[in-house]
């Protein structure tokens, strides 16, 4: 059973940055961050493959976000910047075994989610 710890997060201004931390209990697993706001479905942010070599992103959020690993700490960071009110929702990381996708049901294992809020 893998745990996920989350954090980070908070509320920031529209054009300002934060950077959300996903702590994981086990190696060997590819990482991706998801996102739901109210009243909308969850939906797929970025991911990363274990070994940092292949990444994808949503098209909302090309450019704007980065994400990243460190093995030696377990943990995989989502590098938030230029946000936008449209990015105000809970966050959510998730692991799973073998290769990365963009398919929520794909992945096993979920953090306890953390909310953003990007509002003036």
Known sequence: ???LVQSG???VQPGGSLRLSCAASHRNYAMAWFRQAPGKEREFVSAISWSGGSTYYADSVKVRFTISRDNARNTVYLEMNTLKPEDTAVYYCAAKIGQITTVLFDYQY????TQ???SS
């Open 1 to 3: 059973q893998v745990q």
């Open 9 to 11: 997060g908070g509320l």
């Open 110 to 113: 979920w953090g306890q989610g």
């Open 116 to 118: 953003i809020t990007v």
